[in-house]
Each structure stands twice: as C-alpha cells, then as structure tokens.
C-alpha cells in the first residue's frame, strides 16, 4: 500500500517536472511560438474580411467607373481636393433632362447609366415597372454616365440616344435607349452599325445616325459635352460606379442607391421618398 | 481529405459551432449583399420617422440583390466565402475553447500540435482558393 502511494507520488512528481519542462519550452520558443497558428488563423480571417471587400469593390458588382478619367475629357487632369461627393450636390432635374412619367412627380428617381452594363440593362426594367406602377408619382430621369475603360462604345451610344431625343424628340430618346438596352448583349457587345438599324426600327432617318458612326468620335460627337456634364454630374453626386440612382423627394431630401437593387428595394425606397412632405 | 472530414465531424459533432458557423456565415453574406448600400442603409436606420418594420422591410430586401445585382459566378463565390468564413470562425472558437480546456489540465503540448495541424487543414485551402 505504502509502495504504491510512493509509486503515484514519483509519477506525478515526474509529470509534473515534464509539464514544467515543456511549459519552459514553448515559452522560450523552442516548440514553436503558441501565438503561431492563432495568429495564423486571425490572418487568414483578415485574408477572406478583405477578399470579400475588395471582390466587392465596395460594392457587389457594380462596374467601377475612372473618377476623373473619361476617355477625351477636358478634366483629365488630377483634380486637387475636389468636393465631397454627396448626392445632395445632383444637378437639379430640368426640362433639359430626359424625363419618362410626369415631370411634376412628387418623386424623381435620377438614374446614372451606363447602356453596355450589364446590371444597367437589368435595372432599367426595374425602373419601367417602378414608373408604372407609381404612375403620376415617380419621374425617371436618364443621364449618360459612361463607363469607358470597361465600354469603350457606351458613349458612342449615349451620344445616339442623344440623336434620337433630339430628331424625335423625348419619348423617341426612351424608345431608343428601351431597343438600345434590349438588343445589346453588354460589355461592348453592341455593333455600332446596329445604332443605325435601331434608328430605323423606331422611326428615324438613317443618315445622321450612320454619320455618327462614321464619325466614331469616342467622345460622343456633337453630344459631347452633355455626355460630359451627365459624368461629371455623377462623379459630383457620389456615383463610382452603374447603374447609380439618386432619388429626390418632393421637399428635397435625396436617397442614393447603388447597383440594380431588386425592385422590392426600389419600391420601398419610393414610399420613403412620397412619406417626405 | 480523411483527415478534414475527421476534424470537421471533431468540431460540428457540438451544434454550438454548427449555430456559429450558420449565424457567421448569415452575417457575412448580409454583409456582402448591402455592401453598396451601407450608407443609405446608415441613413434609413437612423431616420426615426421611419418605422421599424419598414428598417427591417428594406433591409430585407436588399437581401434579393444577390439576384439582381450579382453574375452567377459572383453570386456563386459570395456565398462560399460566406459559408467558408462561417467555418472559419467556428473553427478558431474550437480551437481556443480546446486549448484552454486543455492548458487548464496541462495538456497544452499535446492540443497545440493536434489543433494546429486541424486548422492548417482547414484555413490553409480556404486561403488558397482566394489567392
């Protein structure tokens, strides 16, 4: 019994003293640094935190836009310390903008869009619907923010939607830009020789838009500077990127929505904006 | 590839890392799909003319972007970070519950190198995948 007793007693001496040894051991490093794999671990988490913002870009899939960098701009210099951007800086809506619905909509929903983005193309049905079932409450207004690194036709195009609002007036330039978005598969997929045919397909002569092709001004022709102000007006409102919208209530207030957000968002972005008095 | 599957049926055999894993991956994919719109979710939260329901009501729907806004392959890769990230976590809450219980009964040497390796396993092709 006593033999025993002595025997446990040694045992847990000696684990004891191994506990100690290996205690001083990892202290000193020599089986390893314990704060090693945590470490690693943190890391990796921080790795996949910053995959998940960056592959966003800030955003999902919203197409990032070269603040400053438009192809043939005239402000392609660096800017120095430019304004905030906030979308209460957005150009007030005027009868110089394209416009569908009723101008005196209490809600005005601004939208920045690009025609060869892909999300663009499926926002702008998103709009349709808001435009109609909203009817006599929300204004949609187009402007031109071209994405040109990423769509080096996108302002080619704006510039013959501009063409057609300005042969055949407004509801020409959204029948337009509805056969533009519907027949271009996106991401420069568009020939530009099929501007010409969209031109007939909605009732317009052929020749100003096959010169505008044949132009092939990359910086819109004569619609250039209107294409420019639409971006500039964009990069001003907080867009970095398309589809941008700014919703305007009635008394002013003004909520930006990023990307082509499903219809439920815009909706209940709408009913916020008609609760402002 | 036994072996992660051994440390994974080590880890999820305990549904409180499997609600871990769900509610990180939850959060990160929430995340992920209101990214764009953080300040206009920033200013619709902090309006308190609007109701709670109708906070909730837009959040939620934001949620339906992963539709709208997502290619399929993004929206394909945002989900598996989501889910991957969610592991991860639970993973690492394993890994430090394991070795406390373990310094505590003086077992740490035994649990570092059995934990580590565990994890290696698992985050190492996690990362790897991103890169």
């Known amino acids: 019994m006593i033999d025993s007793d002595e025997n446990k007693h040694q045992e847990i001496q000696e684990l004891e003293s191994k506990l100690k040894s290996l205690k001083q051991q990892q202290s000193s490093g020599e089986i390893g640094n314990p704060y090693l794999i945590p470490g690693a671990i943190i890391m990796a988490g921080l790795f996949i935190a910053g995959a998940l913002f960056f592959a966003q870009g800030g955003s999902s899939n919203i197409q990032t836009a070269s603040v400053g960098g438009a192809v043939g701009s005239p402000t392609q210099q660096q800017p120095q310390a430019p304004p905030p951007a906030n979308a209460d800086s957005i150009k007030a809506v005027s009868s110089e903008d394209h416009i569908l619905g009723d101008p005196a909509a209490p809600v005005k929903i601004v939208e920045f869009s690009d025609t060869e983005c892909p999300f663009c193309k499926r926002f702008h049905s998103t709009l349709q619907q808001a435009v109609q079932e909203y009817d006599g409450q929300v204004a949609w207004v187009y402007r031109h923010f071209p994405l040109d690194q990423l769509h080096s036709k996108a302002r080619r195009e704006a510039a013959a939607a501009e063409l057609a609002g300005e042969l055949g007036g407004n509801d020409t330039f959204w029948e337009y830009l509805d056969r533009v978005f519907e027949i271009t598969p996106s991401n420069d997929g568009l020939q530009l020789s099929q501007l010409v045919q969209i031109a007939q397909d909605v009732g317009l002569p052929t020749k100003p838009f096959q010169d505008l092709v044949d132009e092939n001004d990359i910086r819109g022709g004569k619609f250039a500077n209107h294409i420019e102000a639409d971006y500039q007006d964009a990069i001003a409102s907080g867009g970095s990127g398309t589809p941008y919208s700014v919703v305007v209530a009635a008394n002013g207030k003004t909520f930006s929505l990023n990307g082509a957000q499903p219809y439920a968002s815009v909706k209940a972005i709408i009913d916020l904006a008609l609760a402002e008095k | ?131």
Request: with cysteine; glycine share 6%.
């Open chain 2, 1 to 131: 590839m036994h072996a992660v599957l051994l440390t994974f049926k080590q880890i999820f055999r305990d549904v409180r890392y499997i609600a871990i894993a769900g509610i990180v991956s939850l959060l990160v994919f929430l995340f992920a799909t209101w990214l764009p719109n953080l300040g206009l979710i920033w200013q619709i939260l902090t309006t308190s003319s609007i109701a709670i329901s109708d906070k909730l009501g837009f959040l939620f729907s934001l949620v339906g972007s992963i539709q709208t806004n997502f290619t399929l392959f993004s929206a394909f890769y945002t989900i598996v970070i989501a889910i991957l990230f969610g592991i991860n976590v639970a993973a690492v809450t394993y890994y430090f519950g394991r070795r406390k219980r373990f310094l505590e009964q003086g077992g740490a040497a035994v649990v570092w190198a059995a934990s580590s390796w565990g994890y290696s396993v698992l985050v190492v092709p996690h990362v790897a995948h991103l890169c």
